[in-house]
T-cell receptor, first 111, second 109 residues
Framework: EPEVTQTPSHQVTQMGQEVILRCVPI?????FYWYRQILGQKVEFLVS????????KSEIFDDQFSVERPDGSNFTLKIRSTKLEDSAMYFC?????????FGQGTRLTVV | GENVEQHPSTLSVQEGDSAVIKCTYS??????FPWYKQELGKRPQLIID?????GEKKDQRIAVTLNKTAKHFSLHITETQPEDSAVYFC????????FGTGTRLQVFP
């Protein structure tokens, strides 16, 4: 069964550094998302991406964040100048239209 | 924007009993309501969903009901088993999923 895959599974970075989280969505899906889950809290919407552009973004998704689909398969989330409060699990999801399927997540730890 | 409330935050039941988790949403335009199960350290897994043109949907031991007028939807798990223990999230969607705060379900043998 096709799955959304994310790399790395765990990333430790120093405060102020840039990180890139990578996702390979399910191949025939058209809609891509990034979500964040701070430990023990709910899953929060960051950004949605369709037709090679951002379709919607949340208040969390400020100028520190950017997304790209650099080729036909990868979907990346870049966080510039990371802060301690960026520490969380970041989930990528893809969808053919409404059902969203999540990757296994990247645990980002900012120290 | 959409806001989803979920109750209870924790729920403990004896194996074999039923469990009910309730959610309310604020945006009447939302038309898709999935439920996700998340085991510790793992990804949210879609377990059942319902669309706004349907009032109830059942899949073996789990069922979901939707009351569009009241903007309520609920997850029902019957004959609970220890492996049902997890955090359950409801979500409401028009074009993106907005999640509830989660319910930690513990099923005791």
């Amino acid at each position: 069964e096709p799955e959304v895959t994310q790399t790395p599974s765990h990333q430790v970075t120093q405060m102020g550094q840039e990180v890139i989280l990578r996702c390979v969505p399910i191949s025939n899906h058209l809609y891509f998302y990034w979500y964040r889950q701070i430990l023990g809290q709910k899953v929060e919407f960051l950004v949605s991406f369709y037709n090679n552009e951002i379709s919607e973004k949340s208040e969390i998704f400020d100028d520190q964040f950017s997304v790209e689909r650099p080729d036909g398969s990868n979907f990346t989330l870049k966080i510039r100048s990371t802060k301690l409060e960026d520490s969380a699990m970041y989930f990528c999801a893809s969808s053919p239209r409404t059902e969203a399927f999540f990757g296994q997540g990247t645990r980002l730890t900012v120290v | 924007g959409e806001n989803v409330e979920q109750h209870p935050s924790t729920l403990s039941v004896q194996e074999g009993d039923s469990a009910v988790i309730k959610c309310t949403y604020s945006d009447s335009a939302s038309n898709y309501f999935p439920w996700y199960k998340q085991e510790l350290g793992k990804r949210p897994q879609l377990i059942i969903d319902i669309r706004s043109n349907v009032g109830e949907k059942k899949d073996q031991r789990i069922a979901v009901t939707l009351n569009k007028t009241a903007k309520h939807f609920s997850l029902h798990i019957t004959e609970t088993q220890p492996e049902d223990s997890a955090v359950y999230f409801c979500a409401a969607s028009l074009d993106k999923l907005i999640f509830g705060t989660g319910t930690r379900l513990q099923v005791f043998p």
